[in-house]
């Protein structure tokens, strides 16, 4: 009964907007494929990311960042309407730059071979199985997660505890650390996921405050 009562009483905007982001995400990440799988993919891989090591367990990190985003997203969307459209709106406008990127500008990287038979080595070759080297930049592992944090953060003090935010950031550069040290992005694909990220809730706000909403 109490869970039924907690889905009823959640805020109909929040539904609306999480329903949006969710099409933007598949539209954004998997649409785009139907339009360049064919095309020619750029690796933008540095010297720097060669010299970065493969480190399997970190695969643990890049799994639990669904948790994040999920925990974090729904106590966004508990928020007031206005905090929840800045969030959420910047979280639509940077998955439409990242169609766009995607559409312009495809990006692969080489995988490694993954020799090892432990239980971090068959996770990462799981994720392997599931995703394809292709959209990598921006990373939208590391743009939810920045998202997550820049949303949450300001909940502390209100509905968190004050030590959530550091927690939360903590995760998120472990996530972004994932990324690389999986062999699933590079590291401009990280600064990619965060300026994204940014340049949409400025937007965002910019939006809501010629709207009248903030």
């Not at 970065?52 to 508990?78: D, K």
């Not at 990462?124 to 199985?129: D, E, G, I, Q, W």
């Not at 920045?146 to 950031?169: E, I, S, Y």
Request: overall charge positive.
């Amino acid at each position: 009964m109490n869970l039924k009562k907690n889905i009823l009483s959640y805020p109909k905007y929040s539904i609306v907007l999480i329903a949006a982001m969710l099409c933007m995400n598949m539209i954004a990440y998997m649409g785009t494929r139907l339009i360049t799988t064919s095309r020619y993919h750029y690796n933008i891989e540095s010297a720097l990311d060669k010299m970065l090591p493969v480190v399997p367990f970190f695969v643990v990190f890049y799994v639990l960042a669904f948790a994040q985003w999920i925990i974090c997203y729904l106590m966004i969307g508990r928020e007031e309407k206005d905090v929840c459209m800045r969030i959420f709106i910047g979280e639509i406008i940077a998955k439409a730059m990242c169609l766009v990127i995607f559409l312009v500008f495809p990006t692969t990287l080489n995988r490694p071979e993954l020799t090892g038979g432990g239980i971090f080595e068959r996770l990462l070759a799981f994720v392997y199985s599931l995703d394809a080297a292709d959209n990598l930049f921006p990373s939208i592992h590391c743009l939810e997660s920045w998202m997550c944090w820049r949303g949450c953060r300001k909940l502390v003090n209100t509905r968190l505890p004050g030590w959530f935010n550091g927690a939360n950031l903590i995760f998120t550069f472990l996530v972004f650390a994932s990324t690389v040290l999986c062999k699933q992005h590079v590291l401009i694909d990280i600064a990619g996921g965060v300026a994204v990220v940014e340049i949409g809730l400025f937007l965002s706000g910019k939006i809501l405050k010629k709207a009248g909403t903030q």
